[in-house]
């Protein structure tokens, strides 16, 4: 049992400094790239060696994180073809992830889905206003949730898993279009009512298009303007 206490602890310490990791990485205060080093994270976040590592370990599975040849980590590149494959694989998952949704959804999930779009509502409107880092933070986690709201009902853990880490790793990508005002808050508001309407009616054609052009739209004009700087 003692053990088993000190695992769970572990445990608790390496979700904590993964979050606080992935949360800098896609703010861009650990910039595309750069090296990771063991004793200065720990410096910057707490945490022991061990599960600093084990932390890098975690993020390295989620694509956020990658370890190089000389068993380091680094912050994984974000270039154009890393946000092209980005988009590629968030529009296969997610979009198979709502049509089994749409198939083996009930009520219940049509109500996480309703409400998971009126919280992004807020969100948008409260960033646009107030554009700061606990806004912004705010309504990445109003949108992530959004995301996973819609794939929920797909009867599959590790879909919805997926939909989650390459959310994860399109990130960086969407907070850099808010820092430099280039996301339409009007087109959003417009696109959720029309996947709002189409998910209330099962219509399948018109749900997976609404979701489709939300996520070009998300992120498809920072591969028009060039990837995020080192």
């Known amino acids: ?40 994270l720990r410096q910057s976040y707490g945490g022991s060696n061990h599960s600093m590592r084990e932390t890098l370990r975690m993020l390295s599975s989620e694509g956020m994180v990658e370890a190089t040849n000389q068993r380091g980590f680094r912050v994984t590149s974000a270039t154009e073809d890393d946000l092209r494959d980005i988009v590629l694989m968030r529009l296969e998952v997610e979009r198979l992830g709502l049509v089994r949704s749409l198939e083996r959804g009930t009520v219940a999930w049509e109500s996480r889905v309703v409400a998971a779009l009126h919280a992004v509502s807020r969100a948008d409107v409260t960033v646009h206003a107030t554009p700061d880092d606990s806004t912004a933070l705010e309504w990445d986690e109003a949108c992530r949730e959004l995301t996973m709201a819609i794939v929920a009902a797909c009867e599959s853990p590790r879909l919805m898993e997926l939909a989650g880490q390459f959310y994860n790793q399109s990130r ?32 399948r054609a018109g749900a997976v298009a609404c979701l489709e052009e939300d996520i070009h739209a998300d992120l498809g004009r920072v591969g028009q303007e060039g990837a995020l700087s080192t």
């Not at 602890?9 to 990771?36: C, H, N, W, Y």
């Open 172 to 203: 960086r990508f969407r907070l850099a279009l808010l820092r430099e005002g280039r996301i339409d808050f009007s087109a959003r508001a417009a696109r959720r009512d029309a996947l709002r309407e189409a998910i209330l009616a099962r219509d």
């Open 1 to 40: 049992m003692i053990f088993a206490g000190r695992k769970r602890d572990d445990e608790t310490v390496v979700a904590m400094l993964a979050a606080a990791i992935r949360r800098d990485i896609s703010f861009g205060v650990l910039r595309p790239d750069q090296k990771l080093k063991i004793d200065a």
